[in-house]
Structure formats: C-alpha cells, structure tokens
C-alpha cells in the first residue's frame, strides 16, 4: 500500500490521526498520531506536533516530542529540538539534535502517548 503523502503546500493546525502509513512534507501545528503505523516527516515539513507512530523517519524539521513505538530514523539534514524516544533508534551523521534522545524510557512513554491519544 501506498502511504497518504501531505504535500509541502499544506499547512493543518490540529490533530491528524490515521489507521495508514504518511508521508509529511508540509507544516502541522498540533498532534500527530498513526499508532501501528509509519510516517516519514519529509526534508520539507516543518512539524511543531508531537508524533505517535510505529516507525517513524525524520528527513525534516520537528520541534516537539517524537515516540516511535518501534523505531525512529533522523537522517542526514533533519533537525529535531525536543524528546525522541524509541527502543530503536537511528542517527544519520549530519542530523542535528537540540533535545533528549530516549531508548531506556521507551515502554513507558509509548504508554502515556497511547493514553493520550485514547482521551483525545
């Protein structure tokens, strides 16, 4: 299957949730919640959202908190300031981190972001 791609020219202030795989490039303001699913945050988007998915890969720029439930991906180029947990986690030299880099704590933030997610 193909993943549901937000192009760069789109801008959402709010919670984006879907039971599919997304590809960002645009900006979201807000929440981001894919649970079971993938998202790749494109070199374009510029994400001030907190994001909850299975796999998760940052090409882009996000500056909030990132639990991947699986595996997080920050390639070459990305820019993350803020909280990424993941039990597996991948950093591409030339990524740039202003935050916390979590693989210890995965279990229990995975925890709150999905309580999170079920009262919203």
């Known amino acids: 299957m193909n993943p549901f791609t937000l192009s760069k020219t789109l801008k959402v202030t709010g919670e984006i949730s879907a039971e599919e ?3 960002i490039d645009g900006t979201v303001n807000g929440t981001i919640r894919v649970p079971g699913h993938a998202i ?22 996000v500056d909030a908190a ?11 180029g990305a ?13 591409e030299e030339g990524a740039v981190i202003d935050g916390q880099l979590d693989t210890r704590n995965a279990d229990a933030a995975i925890s709150v972001a999905r309580y999170r997610a079920d009262r919203s």
């Open 21 to 23: 795989d997304l590809v």
């Open 40 to 61: 790749v945050i494109g070199p374009a988007a510029e994400i001030k959202a907190d994001v909850l998915a299975r796999h998760i890969e940052i090409r882009g720029r």
């Open 79 to 91: 820019r993350v300031s803020g909280r990424v947990v993941a039990p597996r986690l991948v950093v």
């Open 66 to 76: 990132v639990v991947a439930t699986e595996r997080a991906v920050i390639r070459a």
